[in-house]
Nanobody, 123 residues
């Protein structure tokens, strides 16, 4: 069983930066992908960034070049550095941990989610 908790979300102005953190506790067997998602009301949850244990990274087109996903040396946490934030980045951000096969092929099957942290970007 894996438990995740996000932190770092807050209200900022456009152009500013934030770093979100995801704290990991519990057993992480086959959980070789760390991922960030975001969701706004009445829209589907969408992937933002994915990091695998080989160091591979995948970014959604709408954030690539602005956001960086990384993990701590202890591997008890991973992060999302968000630069040049835009109002359209406003969302609830969730971290997730699961096998890369699940994350890549069917993220709706992911079972290890944090409760979310709100990011609000003002113009």
């Amino acid at each position: 069983q894996v438990q995740l908790v996000e932190s770092g979300g807050r209200s900022v102005q456009a152009g500013e930066s934030l770093r979100l953190s995801c704290e990991i506790t519990g057993y992480t067997f086959n959980s070789d992908c760390m991922a960030w998602f975001r969701q706004v009301p009445d829209k589907e949850r969408e992937v933002v960034a994915v990091l695998d244990t080989d160091g591979g990274r995948m970014y959604a087109r709408f954030v690539e070049g602005r956001f960086i996903v990384s993990k701590g040396y202890s591997e008890n946490a991973f992060y999302l550095r968000m630069n040049m934030l835009r109002p359209e980045d406003t969302a609830m951000y969730y971290c997730a941990l699961d096998s890369c096969s699940v994350v890549r092929t069917d993220p709706m099957r992911i079972t290890n989610w944090g409760p979310g942290t709100q990011v609000t970007v003002a113009v």
